[in-house]
């Protein structure tokens, strides 16, 4: 059976990576690849009240991000209807595409630790696609994004799933995570915006000229309550969820049913055409839904792999054959960028007790650095890089050809960063 899991696995994989050369959309390859993962998985157990179970406990952690998601990014597509992001493009003056570009990953970087990798990656790529013109220009501003806002994540306790799920397991302290991975995280995006300003040094920004549409024009005021609002929203998240113990979707449906009748009251005194272009409604309708699908079946299949102990069985290996502890956490740091690390991390912290590895140890602080950034390495390594493939249309290949370099170079920079400043520390 395992073996059987294993080759739907890696053919599910095969089939994303060479979506292009096929012609068949990823999500249509994640959702045959996710429902054959679990029929085989199902057969093979023979317990449907087991199985029930298992599925219901993956679709529950499932359907959290994808709400999250969807909320998000509708909060997005408002802020835009109403021209929000002017907010900031108005104020952004460079000609340089070095100088914006490190603006941008600057953003994204501290803008990660404070909401978490996958909101400021919808909102810093959208933002994008409201800026640059030339869309080659674009995918590589992308894959800059996703890799500060995965080394942004990976040194806050909010800002990264991996790095909350050590956290509220009791692995790490706020404090000691912010001190312990901090400068690894840094070191890791610095590396790569290095090179690519290197890379782009003679480029300067093409802006999009917008045309002036008088049919659904909105006043200063609308702009900036719709903006500072929705921004508001999406920054309160974390305190929502430090303060009610509840998940994150629960407060982001909660903001945008808030955007919404405010939105509505703005808007009660316009005509019915005008009126339309600005609700939520109509923004849910310029969700690309494909791209929900596919983070639905990738997050499913993975889900099936940790429920049959295959993760789990590998870790073992991994902890038998090599032993040493910073060699293995880089291992599956990079594993993360094949494999979700959620349960990558979920495995190893089942693996590893407190009683041998205690709170706020070199295994639990470097997992944190490894996972949070691993998955930077391939595109479908992270819910960062997921959420930026929908928003861009981002191709595998040119993801691995143009990116990948840059984001292990940055990887192993913030590994030599992390044993360093430990050693020198402790």
């Given amino acids: 059976m395992v073996t059987v899991l294993v080759a739907i696995f890696i053919l599910t994989y095969a089939a994303i990576v060479l979506e292009h050369p096929l012609k068949i959309n990823k999500s249509a390859s994640a959702l045959v690849g996710a429902g054959l993962l679990w029929t085989v998985y199902a057969i093979d157990l023979g317990d449907p009240h087991q199985i029930s179970e298992q599925l219901g406990e993956s679709l529950t952690g499932t359907a959290q991000i994808v709400f999250f998601l969807m909320g998000a990014m509708t909060i997005v597509e408002v802020v835009d209807a109403h021209n929000g992001f002017d907010v900031i493009t108005s104020r ?56 500060a806002a995965n080394a942004g994540g990976a040194w806050s306790p909010i800002g990264d799933v991996t790095t909350t799920m050590l ?10 995570i912010i001190k312990g991975v901090f400068l690894p995280s840094v070191v890791n995006v610095l590396v790569p915006l290095t090179v690519m300003s290197w890379m782009l040094r003679s480029r300067t920004v093409v802006w999009i000229q917008k045309s002036k549409d008088t049919s659904f024009q909105v006043t200063t005021f609308e702009k900036n309550m719709m903006f500072f609002m929705g921004l508001s929203i999406l920054v309160a998240v974390p305190a929502f969820k430090a303060v009610t113990h509840l998940p994150p979707f629960m407060g982001i449906l909660l903001g945008l049913g808030l955007l919404w009748c405010v939105g509505d009251v703005m808007h009660k005194n316009k ?156």
Wanted: proline fraction near 1%; glycine fraction near 8%.
């Fill in 92 to 147: 952004i003056k460079t000609g340089h595409l070095t100088t914006l570009m490190w603006m941008v990953g600057g953003v994204t970087f501290f803008l990660s630790a404070i909401l978490d990798n996958l909101t400021t990656t919808i909102v810093m790529v959208s933002l994008m696609k409201k800026l640059l013109s030339q869309r080659c220009d674009r995918l590589l501003f992308a894959g800059i994004i996703v890799i």
């Fill in 167 to 176: 956290w509220i397991g009791g692995h790490i302290t706020s404090w000691a």
């Fill in 271 to 426: 005509a019915e055409e005008h009126r339309e272009h600005f609700t939520l409604a109509h923004a849910l309708t310029r969700i690309d839904m494909a791209s929900i699908l596919f983070f639905i079946g990738i997050l499913l299949a993975v889900a099936s792999l940790e429920h049959s102990h295959i993760l789990q069985s590998v870790a073992l290996w991994l902890d038998l054959s090599v032993g040493r502890m910073d060699v293995i956490v880089t291992f599956i740091g990079m594993m993360s960028a094949i494999v979700d690390n959620v349960p990558l991390v979920a495995a190893s912290m089942g693996m590893y007790s407190l009683t041998q590895y205690p709170v706020d140890s070199f295994l639990w602080e470097f997992m944190a650095y490894c996972a949070g950034t691993g998955g930077s390495i391939l595109l479908i390594g992270s819910a960062a890089g997921v959420a930026a493939m929908g928003l861009e249309k981002i191709d595998f290949v040119w993801y691995v050809k143009k990116i990948s370099g840059l984001a292990l170079m940055g990887y192993f920079a913030g590994v030599l960063a992390y044993v360093v400043q430990y050693h020198l520390t402790h």
